[in-house]
């Protein structure tokens, strides 16, 4: 029913603002992009329509309502974030193809040791990890198995003391889910809204947020929220009384053995992604000394295009061919096109501004306080609501609120991206909360009221590392907006 009603919702809401203008201030085209916005907001929230067709709408009304000319709007489409994205889904998929990704979760379990509570950091760590360079969907799907063994080793074990699995099963389950949402905060490419974040900063005020940059940053929330959470799910939330697991060494190291030696596309791999990993991060400061030109789409896209040259040991292919590329999420790559085609017009058109306008009422407000009531409202808007579409949609507004209350609009924009990765608390928050559900292990309300927890922690944590540490990683001064990016 609800998305019966969106259907008609979005464009009947559409038409009335393009045909009586009501707002007063707003330009015709300011009126016509945000009549495209609110078509686009509505059928996202609900998900009316799968969210990467949705997005494709302002090819068709911005051209037609005025809002944007056709050849800018698709131009946003080919953004070079766009293009970042997709090279690191290239490697992702390599790593993926040649089951990397299983021997790097299993070694790193492996090394921590039999401990319950150690088993449980050691999926968290490997989860977190992989989770940096591949989508957090991907992650939690491959190690959702893995834990599902281990748990079943501990049920099947006669040493185990009674309902013990269970406890040992939702806990480990929430760490899954949990550090798959956190490593992803870590790298420009780990979660969509950062790379989101990282288009509009670029397109509106033309700085780039470097692969290095981001990294000092997001990699010192991912690791405080890290260790909060096994804290918190192994101390608190759940109480074991078998701290030593029955068999789960063994089981461990069946699994390892069952990997068998290192083959030789996995070596392969495994150069070509530290090697990719170590130009994103010394690009800055190694290479571009060098080579002027050379950015991190750049280096995305070479990595990628180098699995489609190398040979792997069966005859004629190589590590990565065409039929592999189905395996892309092409419906994100397109919900980042669509969110930066939003960007540039609430740009071009003047809305933007004349939104930041109406906020001034927010002016009294000290930053802090400000920060924390964004980060709380994003925080809980992701709960039920896509947080790629939600960054897309509020980003380009952010940008002028920053303005008229003459703060740096960094402050406020990465605070709502990295909040917009922190919903915690409900299966539909996010991918990897819906595939740990899946397990049989959880109930909703074993998700909320572990996650308000993570919730409420991750809010406070963003507000005191956004207003008091990225001033001094970034070199910025949060207490005014720049010169240099006023219009």
Known sequence: ???????????????????????????????????????IAIWWIVEAVPIAATALLPIVLFPLSGGMDLASTTAS??????????????????????????????NIIAFIGSDVRKIILGFMIATAFLSMWISNTATSVMMLPIGMAIIKQLKDNPDTLEDENLIFGKALMLGIAYSASIGGISTLIGTPPNLVLAGVVQSTYGYEITFLEWFSFGFPIALTLLFFCWIYLTRYAFTFKQTEF???????????????????????????????????????????????????????????????????KKKGQPLLNWK???????????LFGGGMALAKAFEVSGLAIWLGSLMTEFGGLTLILLLLLLVTAINFLTEITSNLATTAMLLPVL????????????????????????????????????????????????????????????????TLLVYFLLPLLWNIDLSSFPIAFRP
């Not at 699994?255 to 070509?272: A, C, F, S």
């Open 1 to 39: 029913m609800q998305k019966r009603i969106a259907l008609i919702l979005g464009p009947l809401l559409f038409l009335i603002v393009i045909l009586l203008h009501p707002f007063e201030g707003l330009s015709v085209q300011g009126h016509a992009v945000l009549a495209t916005t609110l078509w």
């Open 77 to 106: 489409f080919g953004h070079k974030y766009v293009f970042l994205y997709l090279g690191g889904f290239l490697i992702a998929i390599g790593i993926e193809k040649w089951n990397l990704h299983r021997r790097i979760a299993i």
């Open 399 to 462: 940008g002028p609120l920053a303005m008229e209350v003459n703060v740096h609009p960094f402050g406020l924009m990465v605070g709502a991206a990295i909040a917009a990765s922190c919903a915690f608390m409900l299966p539909v928050a996010t991918p990897p909360n819906a595939v740990v559900f899946g397990s049989g292990y959880l109930s909703i309300p074993d998700m909320v009221t572990k996650g308000i927890v993570m919730n409420f922690f991750s809010i406070l944590l963003i």
């Open 324 to 334: 592999d590329t189905m395996n892309i999420p092409w419906g994100i790559i397109l």
């Open 246 to 312: 029955p068999g789960g060494k063994k089981e461990i190291q069946r699994l390892k053995k069952e990997l068998g030696p290192v083959r030789y596309e996995e070596r392969w791999i495994t150069l070509v992604f530290a090697l990719a990993a170590f130009c994103w991060i010394s690009r800055s400061f190694l290479i571009q000394p060098f080579l002027t030109a050379i950015d991190d789409t750049i280096i995305a896209i070479f990595f990628g295009v180098v699995l489609f040259v190398l040979p792997s």
